[in-house]
Each structure stands twice: as structure tokens, then as C-alpha cells.
């Protein structure tokens, strides 16, 4: 095994274990009972579109509408589908910032920084960025990290992902807590043929 997938495969398992060892909150899942939030995600969501509008005022979106197609087309193959008319809509969202970044918000919109996609050499690290964003909304993690939905801790989770922009990515990554979408991933990349 090269030394990257056993890296690879090291990170999965830590994710997987960290996953495992946090509160329980049930997933948004597709094709089940139509997902409908609670009042207190409901009100995480409002907040976290609050500090979303303010952060669209302070970085630089890179518009590119080749390049915003693409990624809709690659991110829709790592949805679990439709999840209800209540449920989150990924909207991707690409900033004009040299760090190796990417964060999900509660209520869907992931942003991608420029410096991280000019490193992708390929569709598949893309979908593999995408599909640990997309879980992130999808689990729920914002309602784990706080045990339940504590508000406060989760708003405040927000604003240091939100204030991390610009600041070395070996910071980012001590400040955020990891999760791997290896289950997305695994429904979407074929093994190659032989």
C-alpha cells in the first residue's frame, strides 16, 4: 500500500472513530420520512444565513459558471437525493482565497476556496472534498458537536470556521473538527476497470 492511502486510510479511520465516539443525532436521509427541522435547527439555520450574508461581504466569490456547473454536477452525485421540502440544498459557493479550505453550513451552502481547488489534480479529490462537506450537512454535525443543539456552541463553531478565512490551513485544520464522507463517496466512485 503507497504511503498516501495508508494516510488515506488512517484518516478514514480516525474520522470513523471520532464519528462513533459523538452524541447520536439522526441523519437527513432521502426516501425515508420527509426530514422537517426543529425549531432549534430551524433557528441555527437562520443564524448561519445570517453569517453567511455577512461573510459574502467581506471575501471575494470567484465567478465562473463553467466551473459552477461542474461542481453542482459533481456535488449532486453525493446527495442522498430528494430529503423533503424542509431539508437542506447544497449551494456551492467558490471564494477567491489562496488557503486549502472548505466548510459546509448547516443549512447547505459550501464554500470552496480557490487555493484548494488548484490543487485537485483530479474528479475524484474533488468528490472526495465535496462528499466530507456534504456529510457535514447531511449528519448533522453542527447538532453533534454541541451534543444536541446547544445553539450558542454551534454559532460559535460558525463564527471561528467563518473568522479562520485568510489564516494558514494547518490552523484551519486545528480548529475544525474532521469528518470524512467515506459512505457518500464509496455509492459514487466506481473501481476502475481492469
Same mark, same amino acid.
Given at each position: 500500500?503507497?504511503?498516501?492511502?495508508?494516510?488515506?486510510?488512517?484518516?478514514?479511520?480516525?474520522?470513523?472513530?471520532?464519528?462513533?465516539?459523538?452524541?447520536?443525532?439522526?441523519?437527513?436521509?432521502?426516501?425515508?420520512?420527509?426530514?422537517?427541522?426543529?425549531?432549534?435547527?430551524?433557528?441555527?439555520?437562520?443564524?448561519?444565513?445570517?453569517?453567511?450574508?455577512?461573510?459574502?461581504?467581506?471575501?471575494?466569490?470567484?465567478?465562473?459558471?463553467?466551473?459552477?456547473?461542474?461542481?453542482?454536477?459533481?456535488?449532486? !452525485? +453525493?446527495?442522498?437525493?430528494?430529503?423533503?421540502?424542509?431539508? $437542506?440544498?447544497?449551494?456551492? @459557493?467558490?471564494? #477567491? %482565497?489562496?488557503?486549502?479550505?472548505?466548510?459546509?453550513?448547516?443549512?447547505?451552502?459550501?464554500?470552496?476556496?480557490?487555493?484548494?481547488?488548484?490543487?485537485?489534480?483530479?474528479?475524484?479529490?474533488?468528490?472526495?472534498?465535496?462528499?466530507?462537506?456534504?456529510?457535514?450537512?447531511?449528519?448533522?454535525?453542527?447538532?453533534?458537536?454541541?451534543?444536541?443543539?446547544?445553539?450558542?456552541?454551534?454559532?460559535? !463553531? +460558525?463564527?471561528?470556521?467563518?473568522?479562520?478565512?485568510?489564516? $494558514?490551513?494547518?490552523?484551519? @485544520?486545528?480548529? #475544525? %473538527?474532521?469528518?470524512?464522507?467515506?459512505?457518500?463517496?464509496?455509492?459514487?466512485?466506481?473501481?476502475?476497470?481492469?
Amino acid at each position: 500500500m503507497s504511503r498516501s492511502a495508508a494516510s488515506l486510510v488512517g484518516a478514514l479511520l480516525v474520522g470513523l472513530i471520532a464519528v462513533s465516539c459523538t452524541a447520536r443525532v439522526p441523519p437527513i436521509d432521502a426516501g425515508r420520512t420527509p426530514f422537517t427541522p426543529s425549531p432549534e435547527e430551524r433557528r441555527l439555520w437562520s443564524e448561519a444565513e445570517r453569517e453567511e450574508e455577512s461573510l459574502l461581504t467581506r471575501v471575494t466569490i470567484y465567478e465562473d459558471p463553467r466551473l459552477d456547473e461542474y461542481l453542482g454536477r459533481v456535488a449532486a !452525485k +453525493l446527495t442522498p437525493g430528494d430529503v423533503g421540502p424542509d431539508g $437542506p440544498v447544497i449551494k456551492l @459557493v467558490v471564494l #477567491r %482565497d489562496p488557503t486549502l479550505a472548505a466548510f459546509a453550513m448547516p443549512e447547505g451552502r459550501v464554500f470552496l476556496h480557490t487555493g484548494l481547488l488548484s490543487r485537485l489534480e483530479n474528479e475524484a479529490q474533488l468528490a472526495t472534498i465535496l462528499g466530507h462537506e456534504v456529510t457535514h450537512v447531511y449528519e448533522r454535525h453542527y447538532l453533534v458537536f454541541s451534543g444536541g443543539g446547544d445553539s450558542a456552541k454551534i454559532l460559535n !463553531k +460558525l463564527r471561528d470556521t467563518v473568522t479562520s478565512l485568510g489564516t $494558514p490551513p494547518s490552523a484551519i @485544520v486545528d480548529r #475544525r %473538527d474532521q469528518f470524512v464522507g467515506a459512505a457518500v463517496l464509496s455509492r459514487t466512485v466506481q473501481a476502475p476497470a481492469r
